[in-house]
């Protein structure tokens, strides 16, 4: 049954490997298809990649792979980051796998000094003598367990938090990691390119490989649980300097008309936007006036096209680095570096903000290009295969693994594509 349940998963995939490319309106993603199955799944978008969709689109289980004798045996390297968390199963099996999986009844936080059958499940949960009540040793395997399954501050106190993460049981974090090393498999093997990028939205950072090493690295602020960035695997070609912000046609009626009706046609001026005739590349300037906006706001069809001018204001910020997909996804700069500064950077509508783009156009061009004041467009030396993937679990030297929020719930859906249950 469950080679069956594989592979109809695979050829699901097999059929999302390359969207139509049609001709988009606007500088704002649009939602995946509920075809493409987000949890696991890459959307493979450039013709050059759908060898590598065919070859990994099929979910394995590592559960049991990575504990086979021969694993590790294959004539193609696996990514780097795969071999690191395949190996953190091994480790995190190791440590928690062994423990009694008995539940600990729900109740007022546990603290040192307390004592009581709650102390003592909770001992035995972790591997302790049952006697011996809260002391430094219970402790401490406390703030360990908090640590790696990722509770916020490790602070040894079991509370509410604590007690359900325990309750849930080795099980369903062995099958939480093998999800993450299946998503790891999809990365690059060695050698497949000599440069790519990773952006990984479960961290909202972005990592440069150079010949499979990492050379750098930085924060990106990425789509919000309701407009997730797409797992997807794409060719970035060309960037943009000083590039204009489309205002996509439902923004347009939702945003713009309502901006207008409140602060009358000076919002065009005062926010630095224009109007267009159409979406052609021989589009006309128009006059915002001669403009029924009332109309535009009741959902009356329009061709116009309304763009923000290049500058300090601009949403893209001074360099948009583009990758031809459906979906409106692409790396930007922002004028808004505050957001850099938050943990939870959880927060575009889709696209990944770079927290340095010239450092990020210097490792692409080899040098930060000069684009002048108005929009210019670059191509690249060499195209660069962008990897956006979702990891909530990271290697860690101490511990092996550590567990990571799940801000899009992808952990959940991916569940019953690897393991056939919820959870």
Known sequence: MRKNHYLLIALAASVLATPSMAQRRGDEPIAVPRTIKQGVDFVYVDPQMSNVAKRRQRPQNWLQRVFRADFGRSRTQPNPLFLQLAQGL????????????????????????????????????????PQGGYDDALFQAVATYQTVHGLGNADGVAGRATIASLNRGYSHYAKRLAINVERAWRLPATRAFDRYVVVDSGAAEAYLYDRDRVVDGMKVVVGSPKTKTPMMAVIMRNAKANPYWNVPPELIRSLTAKKVKEQGVSYFKNFHYEVLSDWGPNAKLVDPKTINWKQIAAGKPTDIRVRQLPGPWNSMGAMKFEMPNDFGIYLHDTPHKELFAKNDRWLSNGCVRLEDWRRFAGWVFGGVPNGGQLEHEFALPKPVPVYMTYLTVEPSPGNGVVFRPDPYAFDTLAMPQMFGTAA
């Open 90 to 129: 091994q480790q995190y099996q190791a440590r928690w796998g062994n423990l009694p999986q008995t539940k600990v009844p729900v109740g007022a936080p546990l603290k040192r000094g307390m004592t009581g059958p709650r102390v003592k499940a909770l001992r035995t949960r972790l591997g302790l003598s």
